[in-house]
């Protein structure tokens, strides 16, 4: 028994090493065991360890072959991660939004407007205060300003 335990092992260390995750390793090894096991009830085999290790990797190559072809198969289809977000995800980004849209409301209006052009447009200081009629430091303190009450704004939710 104590033969078969490190018969077993091996074969598992082999396969880690190729770079099979353990439960599949553990998965592969009894696959094998169980196909040389019917092997020899019908053949002569010279070496137990050695066949079993041939056995488990070539199930491993199979493996490896049928998900490069089917990729999404039913055997993995729960490996797939969904970078879609879950609907309660969903609701509390919409509710956050609508909570910075009236945030942004009770801005004054060229103020809003300074915002939404450096922050949103990426326009730099110079093109907002040339467009606005106002000198850099004072754009530069608008949008500071409504940084900061939106900020504050933002907390309350």
Known sequence: MRQLNDMLRHVR?????RGVAEQDAEDLVQEAFLKVERYEQRHAVRSQEALLVRTAVNLMIDEER???RAPFSAGNVFRIADAAPDPEQVLQSQARLNHAA???ERLPERTRRILLRRR???ANYATIAKEEGMSIPAV???VARA???MMNWMEQW
């Open 13 to 17: 260390s082999v396969l880690r090493r």
């Open 66 to 68: 049928r998900e490069r």
């Open 102 to 104: 009236a945030g942004l």
């Open 120 to 122: 949103l447009d990426g």
């Open 140 to 142: 530069e303190k608008q």
């Open 147 to 149: 940084t900061l009450e």
